[in-house]
């Protein structure tokens, strides 16, 4: 793997390396080690079980921002729904990281580049390693980036409602248009940004939303939206 390869893998992340030694050694996974005669080379799992704890810390601090309602018990379900096996490895398949792993040649032969279990704990290694070498805030910027889609999700499925939809709906059926959306400001540093997005419908109504993602302003928007409708009638 050279240099150019793992600079294109930083440009998907969001993160470039001072140290890209660290990011090939979240990379190489235990099979690859083990057929090496360089006793130097060490595996990925320890920069795993690190990662593993950021990845908890960095989603726990983003979830308290985004959703200050919700209670601790929901935190934790909503928490889970996006750091499990399933979800990281999504994301590792969206940044390729199959095709940057090092692995031996047996399970290169059987597919491990593809193995969701492999590619949840490389994410979590590379996560790692923009810890170890950029601090939290390297964290907080490839999670934020990785993870901006998939935290309002879990955050409509928790709260069961979707606002942006229930707005649509209601928009087409009445005003035979559709609501359209924009991001008017931003605030923060970048790992914990304050997204202002404006809503117009037509000429017929302006709503005003804020939230830690876009998506989640565009909800707050959306919500303001209806209940401004609903006075209305």
Known sequence: MNGHELLSLEDDLGYHFKDPGLLREALQHSSYVNEQR??????????EFLGD????????????????????????????????????SSVAHNLNLGQYLLL?????????????????????????????DGGLQACFDVIGRQFCNIIPQAGESM?????????QELVQSRFKSIPH????????????????????????????GTGKTKKAAEQTAARVALQEIQNNE
């Open 181 to 208: 959306y924009k991001v008017v400001a931003e605030s923060g540093p970048d790992h914990d940004k304050t997204f202002d997005v404006c809503l117009n419908i037509g000429t017929f109504l302006t709503a005003r």
């Open 38 to 47: 360089d006793p130097s080379l060490q595996n990925n799992e320890r920069f």
């Open 53 to 88: 704890a950021v990845l908890d810390l960095v989603i726990t601090h983003i979830l308290m921002k985004s959703f200050p309602k919700i209670r601790e018990g929901d935190l934790s379900r909503m928490r889970a729904a996006i750091v499990n096996e399933s979800q990281l």
């Open 104 to 132: 031996g040649r047996g399970e290169a032969l059987s597919h491990g580049q593809e193995k969701r279990s492999i590619l949840a704990d490389a994410l979590e290694a590379v996560i790692a390693a923009a810890y170890l």
């Open 159 to 167: 709260t069961g409602e979707d606002f942006k939809s229930r707005l």
